[in-house]
């Protein structure tokens, strides 16, 4: 009867040893990852939106300098519808000047004057030497404008090759100066739903830490271990009570007890060790102690050497677990000691006789 009876004492500790608790060190951590992505991730949505207005801004630019281009386009087809109609004024302008020139070749200079003279009278004269005036005016004039037909043939082939060479910097650069922009945009795109991704990743943790946490609370709650009363986790003397202080990404879920590196932390109330964890970037060392009825301890910045005790081991009141360290983020050798209820940090103050 008497072993039947330890057997039945013993199987609340078994399973209290078996599930360890989850630590809101970790939770805290899961948290302080999450602020920190929820951070960037602000801060790459403003990046992503900068990227993108300078992205509709080139693309501005690039319908503008795509709309002067159209217009080149335009100038060039009327250039060219103007060629055109000159080569074949020019075309008819030079058959008639050439036919003048063969005529001329053929009768020589002397036909002009031959023609005044062989005038009956003066008033003949007059007159012939008028025709011959106006002819030569007319011929004149047929080769000024043959003349200036092929400059005005030239000044429009230039304008035109001058409108191509001009055209094509201009797009070109303004499709590359869009292009890396809009590559830019894709990558700070792909990194702002990398982060999205980690933040709902990060969130799952913390909501598998939560369930976790009321599992191990709602499974063992009515398990009684300690006395319920915490006595001072190491040696009497100076205490900052800054539990619920606001530290910019957390609020401070314990309270700090400086004290020399080596001085001896003792377990606040009897319990089963139900976490022992190293974390160097937080806690450094750290130990959880389950009392029963939902109620924990925690102890953090330990050296690991120091630490005398380990999962599943069964503490006394007063018992030394470990030893005053700085390890971790410390700014200074303390003892960080946090209470829990249910999973949830409470002010140690409430606790401690």
């Not at 080769?143 to 910097?169: M, T, V």
Request: glycine fraction near 6%; proline fraction near 3%; charge should be positive.
């Amino acid at each position: 009867m008497r072993r039947f009876i330890a057997v039945l004492l013993v199987l609340p500790l078994i399973f209290v040893i078996a599930v360890p608790d989850t630590s809101y060190a970790d939770r805290k951590a899961e948290q302080e990852k999450l602020d920190k992505i929820r951070k960037e991730k602000k801060e790459k949505k403003e990046t992503v939106e900068q990227v993108e207005e300078n992205l509709k801004k080139s693309k501005a630019e690039l319908e503008k300098i795509e709309k002067q281009i159209s217009e080149y386009d335009q100038q060039l087809s009327q250039l060219s519808r103007e060629l055109s109609k000159t080569q074949e004024d020019l075309s008819k302008q030079r058959d008639h000047v050439s036919k003048i020139f063969r005529r001329l070749y053929i009768q020589g200079d002397t036909r002009y004057m031959a023609e005044i003279l062989s005038a009956e009278s003066f008033s003949q004269f007059l007159l012939r030497f008028e025709t011959m005036r106006m002819l030569v005016k007319r011929e004149t004039r047929l080769l000024s404008n043959y003349r200036k037909g092929k400059e005005k043939i030239e000044k429009s082939l230039k304008d035109l090759d001058a409108a191509k060479k001009k055209q094509e910097p201009l797009l070109k650069e303004f499709e590359e100066k869009y292009a890396e922009i809009e590559e830019i945009y894709k990558k700070e795109n792909k990194e702002l739903a990398e982060l999205e991704k980690q933040e709902e990743a990060t969130l799952k943790d913390i909501q598998e830490l939560d369930r976790l946490a009321r599992q191990a609370s709602e499974q063992y709650g009515g398990v009684n271990l300690g006395t319920g009363i915490l006595g001072f986790p190491t040696t009497r003397g100076t205490v900052y009570w800054n539990f619920g202080q606001n530290r910019g990404s957390h609020m401070h879920a314990g309270i700090d007890i400086p004290r020399p590196i080596g001085t001896p932390i003792f377990a606040s109330d009897s319990g089963v060790v139900s976490l022992t964890k190293s974390n160097p970037g937080g806690y450094g060392y750290y130990i959880i102690i389950n009392h029963g009825n939902g109620l924990s301890t925690l102890y953090a910045h330990m050296y690991p050497y120091t630490v005398t005790v380990k999962v599943g081991d069964r503490v006394r009141k007063g018992q030394v677990i470990a030893k005053v360290g700085n390890y971790g983020r410390s700014s200074g050798p303390h003892l960080h000691f946090e209470v829990r209820k249910n999973g949830n940090p409470v002010n140690p103050r409430n606790y401690i006789r």
